[in-house]
């Protein structure tokens, strides 16, 4: 079962742009955390099956975004969005 707070990061997940500030402001308001440790806490929540069975289609929506920017990385030899070449 995962937790509300896991449940209310899904939820902004799905929402988050139709919000009237912006989205790494939400993040530290909404979850007291820096959005480093928000993607961090996002990208654990993906892999959990109980995340799935919430909704299916926003986690596999975010799993696909996830593997194109890490694939996206890789081809550009970036360790990050923004980073520098290796």
């Known amino acids: ?4 707070r896991q449940r209310a990061i899904l939820d902004f997940e799905r929402s988050w742009w139709t919000l009237d500030e912006p989205r790494d402001r939400a993040i530290r308001a909404r979850f007291q955390c820096s959005v480093d440790e928000y993607h961090a806490e996002l990208n654990e929540l993906l892999e959990l099956s109980e995340a799935a069975e919430h909704d299916a289609l926003l986690v596999r ?3 696909r975004q996830r593997t194109r920017r ?3 990385r890789l081809e550009t030899g970036t360790d990050a969005p923004g980073g520098t070449s290796r």
């Open 1 to 4: 079962m995962i937790t509300d």
């Open 61 to 63: 929506r975010l799993q």
């Open 70 to 72: 890490r694939r996206e």
